[in-house]
């Protein structure tokens, strides 16, 4: 008998050590410019606007796409709106946080999805990213035009090898074109 008693104890008390340690299990980080998988990204290259599971996964590996609500993929054109959603696993503290912190991190994210689609998804016309009175839309072109200027060797979006190489090549800088100071499809 007290063998079973000590046994309990032991297990309770284990229990309740690994409850303690343990984060809540609802608790979802939302995805940084830092700290997107670009790997995951690269084997989604070649998706078409048709692939709509495709393009979510998509969507939602770039920054922010823990607090997607939803997108639309009409006449070719994504639009993605970003919120609060219940049962997310994102408090409304940390979306506030990430979302509106005084440094532009909803443009600088809309820059990075855009030009991210713009070289996975080869077939998309133009990008829309939407939270609370923050919009960017922007057309394949104006992004291309860019992303031209900036690169001599941008590739054809069409040819998926050389789209991983390009953004292998140049993910620092590509990074960089998202940021504050650049801007470029306003």
Known sequence: MKRITVFFIMMLAAAVVLAACSEPADKVEITKIESVNMEKLKEMTGTYVGDNSKVYSI????PGGETVEGIDLTDERIQVTYS???GSGVSEEQF????????NVDKQNFYFNAIY???LVPNAKGFSFDIDDSTLDVTRQQVEKELKEEFKDFPDVNDEDSVTKFIEKNKSKL???ASEEYQAFQ
């Open 59 to 62: 969507v939602q590996n770039l």
């Open 84 to 86: 609060l959603e219940e």
């Open 96 to 103: 506030n946080k990430y979302w509106f912190n005084g440094k």
């Open 117 to 119: 689609l713009a070289l």
């Open 175 to 177: 990074k960089e074109l």
